[in-house]
Every structure is written in structure tokens, then in C-alpha cells.
């Protein structure tokens, strides 16, 4: 795989988060910064966290690895003259629809475009911060673990020798 094929991953969970969870209202962007005012929440941001691959096997030449690969959805809403318990509830009901349509995207996970292998895990974190008696900001970090194999060949190195054939033939023993 590539980081083509990693962009893809993040931009295919952008795009169906955008289309899927109407809240969003398209307010879904590829980045690690918000490009817009709390005016403008709820909205989500889809990242690249972490990454690990370990190797499964091989030969010298041709090595196969797991990779791990952690895509972080950080959703963020703004609570004005609401109750932190509703705004709680608000973000427990995003972060679960943000995980349902991750985790039931047959475009990441079924032929033909199949993105991934599979979803080992999703963490979800929630807050809120209160930072005036009017105003709340909840955020929640939606963090999947998925997973897929990649193969790294070595190439053989060239060489500057001819084929040559060898023939053996049996030698009659001396007698002495």
C-alpha cells in the first residue's frame, strides 16, 4: 500500500460521514485544525493518528506485515444555554452514528473497492468544556484501529555473470 491508498482510507471515511450523518450537515474536513468558528459546529475532523506495521513472515526478498493504522474522527459541538447532561447525550448519539457508518462501510470493507482488511477496534473519548456558565464545547475522539497486510519486496541484486552449464562425468578409479 501507499500513502495514496492511506488518503483514500481518510477521504472515503470524510466522504460517507459527510454523506451518511446528517447532523454534519458536510461539515466533515481532511485535516488537524478547524477551519471554522464554533458558529459553524457540530462538525468533524478525519486524521491519520498512528501507524505500525509488523511482520508476519517472508524470505529475504519478499517480507509480508500487518499494518495498524489508527484514523482518528474528532467531532466537536457547542452547547449555548443547553445543559452539559444534553450535551452529553448529544455527542454520545454523533459519536455512535460516526461509528455505525464506519463500521458498516462496505465501501472500506467489500470488493470491489475494498479500502481495508478489517476493523480491529474503535475507541471513543468524550468531554466537555465548560468555559463560561453559558457556553459548553463537547469534543469526543472516535479512534478506529484498521488493519491490512502489505508486502515490501527487495529487489535482487543485478550481476555481471554469464550462465554456464556444468557437466559431471563418472571417472574410472585406478587400480593400483
Known sequence: MTLEHRCAVRTTVAT????????????VFRARTWPLSEDHLPAALV???QEEKK??????????????????????????????????AELEELAGAITQVVMTAA???????????RIDGVKTTLGIDTKSSEVALG???????MA?????????????????????????????
Open 139 to 145: 469534543s469526543a475522539l472516535i479512534a478506529f484501529d
Open 16 to 27: 460517507l460521514l459527510a454523506e451518511r450523518v446528517p447532523a454534519l450537515r458536510n461539515r
Open 55 to 88: 511482520r508476519t513472515g517472508g524470505t529475504s526478498h519478499r517480507s509480508f506485515y500487518t499494518v495498524s493504522f489508527i484514523l482518528a474522527v474528532e467531532l466537536r459541538l457547542d452547547a449555548r444555554s443547553r445543559a452539559c447532561m444534553e450535551l452529553e
Open 148 to 176: 491490512w497486510t502489505e508486502v515490501f519486496e527487495t529487489p535482487h541484486p543485478p550481476t555481471d555473470c554469464e550462465e554456464t552449464s556444468l557437466a559431471f562425468r563418472p571417472i574410472a578409479r585406478r587400480q593400483a
Open 47 to 49: 486524521y491519520g493518528w
Open 107 to 117: 465501501e472500506l470493507l467489500l470488493p470491489p473497492d475494498r479500502r481495508i482488511e
